[in-house]
């Protein structure tokens, strides 16, 4: 699947990646929130010690920033996607291209996020690196 940047979100990663010293591979920009994909082993990285690569770009962009780490394995991304709330479950049906998740009780509402924000990106994300058809919070 190609991935459609908008030229704000291709000049974001470019800033990012400056500042990081790592390749970026997605940016998706929602909103007050920008969330970078990065490679598998580029989390640390990407985050800086004390979070100051986070800070600085939230400064920059006068926005929310969030990394986070691909995995070729759908079940691990759809992981780290979520983080930091922790899932008590996943089901992934690659037949039908849908995972299921279970939050946390407590942390169910904050992963949906007001309005269904956050999930709305996750799902978009989840669908642009994974061809994720349907992602749903039980």
């Known amino acids: 699947m190609k991935i459609k940047l908008t030229q704000q979100e291709m000049h974001y990663m470019t800033i990012a990646e400056g500042f990081i010293h790592a390749p970026i591979i997605d940016c998706i920009e929602r909103s007050d929130r920008i969330t970078f994909i990065v490679p598998k082993g580029k ?7 004390e979070a100051r690569n986070i800070k600085r770009l939230e400064q920059i962009f006068k926005k929310e920033v969030r990394f986070v780490e691909y995995d070729e394995d759908k079940k691990q991304f ?10 008590d479950k996943v089901v992934v049906n690659e037949e039908e291209k849908k995972v299921s998740v279970v939050v946390n009780a407590r ?4 992963a949906i996020g007001k309005d269904g924000r956050n999930i709305t990106i996750l799902r978009e ?3 642009r690196q994974h061809d994720i058809n349907e992602l749903k919070v039980l």
């Not at 759809?78 to 899932?87: G, T, V």
């Not at 942390?107 to 904050?110: E, I, P």
Request: glycine share 12%; aromatic share 8%.
């Open 43 to 49: 989390l640390g990285k990407a985050i800086g010690k």
């Open 78 to 87: 759809i992981i780290n996607l979520f983080k930091p709330f922790k899932l």
């Open 107 to 110: 942390d169910k509402g904050k």
């Open 125 to 127: 994300i989840a669908k």
